[in-house]
């Protein structure tokens, strides 16, 4: 940046000794734009501050996204009072993003046919024991034929699919190993 001021203070001063001089070189034009060594400097300062205010606009727009990003890997879905807080644009980005997610996690050419999304850390097993806390009646598991849940009953099931019903109240995790 002080080579930039010194260029123009230079190049000032530069037209300053032809204006003395008056050997004609310059026109009135050319005087008409020249500039001063401040004004040079504050042009300086302008562009930079203009280049340091994009920079923080865009870490703030990267910063919101990733929030949404943690939402759909935490929640799934956006909540009415998170919804009522985001711009059209980061809605927009938000489906977009959900359609792109779901679409990989899917059974379809491109999908990989496994909710990612069930659990953010690995499981150390498979499986995990678990207390029926409700009467639920009798489920049909994928590992197994008609599981009756009831209240009191232990278990020993995948985690994928004992996850939603913990989230639901129905059963209780006693060995957490996913």
Known sequence: MQDLIQAAQAEQEKRQRQQQQGDGSTDEADAGNATTAEDAGAIIVYHETILKLKRILLNYMRMRADCLIRVRWQQRMLRAEVAENTSPAESEFFKEYDKALNEYMGTGENGIGMDLTLDLTPPKDA????????????????????????????????????????????????????
Do not use: W
């Open 127 to 178: 499986n995990v024991r678990v207390m029926v806390l409700r009467d639920h009646g009798s489920i049909t598991f994928s590992h197994s034929a008609s599981v009756p849940l009831v209240k009191g009953s232990v278990h020993n099931l995948k985690c994928s699919e004992a996850e939603h019903l913990v989230r639901l109240g129905v059963l209780q995790v006693l060995d957490p190993n996913c």
